[in-house]
C-alpha cells in the first residue's frame, strides 16, 4: 500500500503530519473552494502554498500530483478503503470532500444532484467566463484593441449573473439548503471585484447576488478557507 512519503510532491512540500489531509492550493477563486470546503467539514489538513508561478506549478514534483499544472490538488492519506487518494480538479475534490463525509450535498437523492447541477454550472460557465472577462479588461487581453473580445464575456457574464439572480429568488442557497455548490460559486462572484468589473456588468443591479454573497462571506468557515494557504509566503 503507497504512503504520503511514496507522492514525489511530498519532497518539496513535505507534511508536518502525514496523517491528514494534504492541500496543495493557493487563494484564488478556485484555490479557497477546497480550503472552505475542509472549514466546513471539520477535516484536518495541512495547507501548503503553492504559487501560480512556473516555478511552482510547472515544477516536476507538482506536475507529478497534476499533470495540468492547476490549483488546488490534494492528497487523502485515508481514502477509498484507506489507501492514498490523489485528486485535482476543484469540482471533484468538492465532490469527493461530500461524499466523504456525507455533508454538503443535500439529504436526499434528489437534492444531490440539485447540487451537482450548479456545480456543474460553476465549473462549465462561470468560471470559464468570469476569468476571461478578468483577462480581457484587467490582464494582459486589456491591451488588445478589438473591443469584441471583451464585449463578448461582458454579455456572457451578465447572463450568467442574471441566472444565479433569478435561482437565488425566495431561498437563501443556490440549490436549496448550504452546499458545495455554493462554496464553487460565490467565491467567483466575490472574484468580480478582484477585476475591477461590478459596475461593467451591473453587479450593484442585483438585490439576490449581493446578499447571497454577503451571507456566504460572513460564514467563519468562510473567513477562514479564504485566507488558506496565505497568499504571502
Known sequence: MPH?????????????????????????PNGVKVSIALEEQGLPYEAHRVTLSD?????????????????PALIDPNGPGGAPIALWESGAILIYLGEKTGQ??????TDKYQVLKWLMFQMGGVGPMFGQLGYFHKFAGAQIED?????????????????????LQGQDWIAGEYSIADIALAPWLRGLDFYGVKDLVGWHDLPNCN???????????????LVTPPRDG
Open 4 to 28: 504520503l512519503a511514496d507522492f514525489p510532491i511530498t519532497a518539496r512540500w513535505p507534511a508536518t503530519d502525514p496523517a491528514v489531509i494534504q492541500l496543495y492550493s493557493f487563494p484564488t
Open 55 to 71: 516555478a511552482d506549478v510547472r515544477s516536476a514534483e507538482f506536475l507529478s500530483l497534476n499533470p495540468n499544472n492547476k490549483i
Open 104 to 109: 454538503l450535498m443535500g439529504r436526499t437523492a
Open 147 to 167: 473591443p469584441r473580445p471583451r464585449e463578448r464575456y461582458v454579455t456572457e457574464v451578465k447572463r450568467l449573473l442574471a441566472v444565479i439572480e433569478g435561482a
Open 211 to 225: 446578499a447571497y454573497l454577503d451571507r456566504f462571506l460572513a460564514r467563519p468557515a468562510v473567513q477562514k478557507g
